[in-house]
């Protein structure tokens, strides 16, 4: 005999309790999915400043010295163009074949086409600005800075006040830092042990971020480096270093190690033996390198 039963399919209110059902795995499921991207592109950040250690003592072993912030005949102000720091550690980072594009003998950056070049190595994957930086003259963006030190260069940053006046004077020809223009620093000179000294950082968008070229001039040194004064504590300032990963920004020290260093990191104005902790971490020979919370 046939079935006398007929096929049963889902009720409205089966329906209505599936969809249900499926939206609140989705919205279980959404930060953990959200979380697990941020975790992968925190790690990729990271990985793009282990390279960055590498490439820097590889360049020290080769050179006996950190290469320089940027170079130029003199200190004066003024509308050229010069290489910096990333351009030559390029050969260590993989990016031999654009190194050798590169006219060394005048030091400009032409074509500009060249220098618009989208290096991911150079990018934090958090940050999603525009790989051409529109804040800097239209070269190709760079999220990653060399510590220049706890004192601010002396002159006016694009939108404000740095901490002196006027703007247009001579670059600082030393540095507390890691770099500055036309710098040789040794590891030997870090006195306060490289595991203790910052030699990068990151330089998100909302600060600015830098340019792998190197600087438009010589008054325009945040292309290249960026200090650790107090007035441009992590997080805080367009001057400073500055992330998009929550909580605070990656940190390259001197020993080729990457930490993540808290925006809540005490940090206050110089003072005679009463220097704050974000500020010795950026001074390479303060006498108070121990004791840092890493």
């Not at 618009?116 to 790989?131: F, I, K, M, N």
């Not at 804040?135 to 800075?145: A, I, P």
Request: proline share 6%; glycine share 10%; with cysteine.
């Amino acid at each position: 005999m046939p079935n006398s039963q007929s096929a049963r399919g889902f009720t409205l209110v089966e329906l209505l309790v599936v969809i249900c059902l499926i939206a609140i795995v989705s919205v279980l499921l959404l930060p953990a999915v959200q979380h697990s991207r941020d975790a992968a592109r925190l790690a990729q950040c990271k990985n793009n400043m282990k390279q960055l250690g590498l490439a820097f003592h590889n360049y020290h072993d080769t050179f006996l010295a950190l290469p320089p912030g940027w170079t130029q005949h003199y200190p004066q102000p003024g509308p050229q163009t010069r290489f910096g720091w990333s351009v030559f550690i390029l050969p260590f980072m993989e990016q031999a074949a654009l190194y050798q594009r590169l006219d060394f003998q005048s030091q400009r950056a032409e074509p500009l086409e060249l220098f618009q070049t989208q290096l991911a190595v150079y990018r934090c994957p958090e940050d999603s600005s525009d790989g051409i930086n529109s804040q800097r003259g239209q070269f190709g963006t760079m999220n990653y800075s060399v510590n220049f030190g706890p004192v601010a260069p002396p002159r006016l940053i694009e939108n404000g006040l740095a901490e002196f006046w006027p703007g247009q004077v001579a670059t600082p020809l030393k540095t507390d830092g890691l770099a500055h223009l036309n710098s040789m620093v040794r590891f030997r000179d870090i006195t306060d042990g490289t595991s203790n000294t910052f030699l990068a950082g990151e330089r998100s968008a909302t600060g600015g971020a830098a340019i792998w070229m190197g600087v438009r001039g010589n008054e325009f040194e945040t292309d290249q480096v960026t200090d650790c004064s107090h007035g441009h504590a992590i997080n805080t300032s367009e001057a400073g270093f500055s992330s998009r990963h929550i909580g605070g920004a990656h940190f390259l020290m001197c020993d080729g190690a990457v930490r993540f260093v808290s925006e809540k990191t005490e940090s206050g104005p110089l003072v005679k033996d009463q220097m704050k902790l974000y500020q010795r971490l950026s001074h390479r020979s303060d006498g108070e390198g121990g004791g840092i919370p890493f």
